[in-house]
């Protein structure tokens, strides 16, 4: 069977040199982000597409735009795991 397309996923880029720790993203996208002690910063680079939202607008909260969003377009699944 031919792949599906699904909803259009993110992958998240964190530029830790910029990133000043202000954990408005942790804040914001919980599930995404989240502070490891008060310096290091922890990210899941593949959020679920549920999570998409929270993720964009936590990059948006960034002071200094440390948080790069690409938006995955045309994502394919297999017909099977495809819902029905």
Known sequence: ???TPCEVGVKIVVDLSRCERSAQCAFLAPEAFRMHGEEALMYDPNPDDAQRDQ????AAASPVQAILVDRL?????PAEASPS
Request: charged letters at 15%; aromatic letters at 0%; hydrophobic letters at 50%.
């Open 73 to 77: 377009q045309g994502r394919q699944v």
């Open 1 to 3: 069977m031919a792949p």
């Open 55 to 58: 993720v964009l607008r936590a």
